[in-house]
């Protein structure tokens, strides 16, 4: 199965840079996805790693160690608009995904 | 594109009636459509996996009979929570997984929000 564990809160300064990091248990591993989720609304998808390595989408980043079972969303340029739940997921051999707790970011300015 | 849609965003029923929640995706096919349940300030808890054409897979702790699971086309999955009581007042929130699709990513619904009086 899969243990998925990321920080319960955050906060960061406006136009500043956050990491959120998130750890999982490695067994049947078949990817790793971040989800953003505002207060009351579904979840909206993000980024998919399932290789090694840094993947960027315009102010977002994900990165991905499958060794070290290891995860980081990275927000650049922070906006008020990104406070948020920010959920990691894996899919598992069951093509099933496992969310962990969520983060949730708040964002001053 | 990816869209999925959920009917209707909310509901208020009174204790002891069902309520029916339908999950569509708008343009794209979905093999398998997932249940979750959140609670407010809790992470989202998958409750039944349904593929099209089959019977759905509940996770443990989730009464089948109680969460009426029907995925009878490509692109329609229904949520049906029979006798509906005050303790199944929730954030119901379907998802769609792409069965062209390489990956295993999974687009929301708006979610459903139950209230049961």
């Known amino acids: 199965g899969q243990n998925i564990d990321q920080p319960t809160e955050m906060t960061a300064t406006e136009g500043a840079i956050v990491q959120i990091n998130c750890t999982y248990q490695t067994s049947g591993f078949n990817g790793l996805f971040w989800y953003q989720q505002h207060a009351g609304e579904a979840p909206t998808f993000l980024s998919y790693?399932?290789?090694?390595g840094l993947e960027e989408k315009g102010r977002f980043s994900s990165f991905l160690s499958r060794s070290k079972g290891y995860s980081y969303l990275l927000l650049k340029e922070l906006q008020m608009k990104d406070s948020a739940s920010y959920l990691c997921?894996?899919?598992?051999?069951?093509?099933?995904?496992?969310f962990g707790k969520g983060t949730r970011l708040s964002v001053i300015a | 594109g990816a869209v999925v849609s959920q009917h209707p965003s909310w509901v208020i029923c009174k204790s002891g009636t069902s309520v029916k929640i339908e999950c569509r995706s708008l343009?794209?096919?979905?093999?398998?459509m997932f249940w979750y349940r959140q609670f407010p300030k809790q992470s989202l808890m998958l409750m039944a996996t349904s593929n099209e054409g089959s019977k759905a897979t509940y996770e443990q702790g989730v009464e089948k009979d109680k969460f009426l699971i029907n995925h009878a086309s490509l692109t329609l999955s229904t949520l049906t929570v029979t006798s509906a009581h005050p303790e199944d007042s929730s954030f119901y929130i379907c998802?769609?997984?792409?069965?062209?699709?390489?990956?295993?990513?999974?687009?929301f619904g708006p979610g459903t929000r139950l209230t049961v009086l």
């Open positions: 790693n399932v290789l090694d």
């Open positions: 343009d794209f096919q979905a093999t398998t």
């Open positions: 997921a894996t899919a598992w051999e069951g093509r099933t995904l496992v």
């Open positions: 998802s769609a997984r792409d069965g062209t699709a390489s990956t295993d990513t999974q687009y």
